[in-house]
């Protein structure tokens, strides 16, 4: 159990650092360890261990009855324990969704189910189970069991959810009670341009999705409706499983990002209306890009099954 915790540990630093590197986390940032455990569907027992690391590495400095900051002045090695590869857990979880996806495994299963199917651990079996509750596509049975729920698994819900986003997102800008909140654009701000200037290739695609999800659900927020920022959060965990099986593409992320700071730009000068329709533009390029990704993905598994 401890070689385990250990691993866990080792891979959550690590994309702590790639968190670091990518912007997302800036000097001087309070991390907070509950925060770290939702955003990576751990236990905050791992989570605990990777910041007393990092904090021993000069990475992060802890502060009495604050926590954990990022430092201000980053040594010159702390890139030295950053490594590319994906964490065993990753491939682990996304061959479990993959299977969901494809319709590999039923809608209800048993923890020993799973644990027989891919060699888990009772520890990772929990982990990975308790990271797709967070992540709103599994929940617990009453008694035993679990039951894997529905998400964008065809071309046509995808579509259904970017056309929904087109509905929302842009109509949440006008909404009477949508105030401005200057922090949460600087923020994502600094977290858009950031992206821009790091090395998108090396960065993990989880951590490029996040940051795109994270833009509009931050954004959605000023609102003030919270049915708005349910609703995002919602489809977006009903889309994660389809998008994270897209190739990462640096050229359109590139895209991505300087769209995103053309919205920022209405809305730090005050010109909401033309941030709304920049936003429908944005959603909108983003449903023909992506709609025949989600069609290719469907034929291939449809061809695959028929080979079976």
Request: aromatic share 8%; glycine share 6%; net charge negative.
């Amino acid at each position: 159990m401890a070689a385990r915790t250990s691993e866990l540990s080792t891979n959550i630093s690590n994309r702590l650092l790639h968190d670091i590197v990518s912007g997302t986390l800036s000097g001087g940032q309070h991390i907070s360890a509950q925060n770290i455990a939702d955003r990576y569907g751990v236990s905050r027992t791992p989570v605990r261990e990777a910041l007393e690391n990092l904090a021993i590495q000069q990475v992060l400095t802890r502060q009495p009855n604050r926590g954990y900051f990022v430092s201000e002045r980053l040594p010159e090695s702390f890139k030295d324990g950053l490594t590319d590869a994906v964490p065993a857990d990753a491939d682990d979880y996304q061959t479990f969704a993959n299977d969901w996806l494809t319709n590999q495994i039923p809608e209800e299963v048993a923890e020993q189910f799973l644990r027989q199917r891919y060699g888990w651990t009772k520890a990772k079996a929990a982990d990975l189970l308790v990271r797709a509750v967070r992540e709103g596509w599994a929940e617990r049975k009453e008694g035993y069991g679990w039951r894997l729920l529905p998400v964008a698994k065809t071309p046509e819900a995808f579509d259904e959810i970017y056309r929904f986003r087109m509905a929302i997102e842009p109509t949440a800008m006008l909404e009477p009670s949508f105030q401005l909140d200057h922090k949460i654009l600087d923020e994502q701000r600094r977290i858009q341009e950031g992206m821009l200037n790091m090395d998108l290739s090396s960065t993990p695609g989880e951590a490029l999705l996040q940051n795109g999800a994270l833009f509009h659900e931050e954004l959605i927020k000023l609102s003030g409706n919270p049915f708005f920022y349910m609703a995002l959060q919602r489809v977006n965990r009903m889309r994660r499983l389809m998008e994270y099986r897209a190739e990462v593409n640096c050229e359109r992320l590139i895209e991505q990002c300087t769209e995103h700071l053309e919205i920022l730009s209405y809305l730090e000068s005050g010109n909401v209306a033309d941030a709304s329709y920049r936003m429908r533009q944005h959603l909108s390029g983003a449903l023909k890009r992506k709609s025949p990704l989600a069609r290719n993905w469907a034929h291939d598994r449809e061809r695959n099954d028929e080979n079976l």
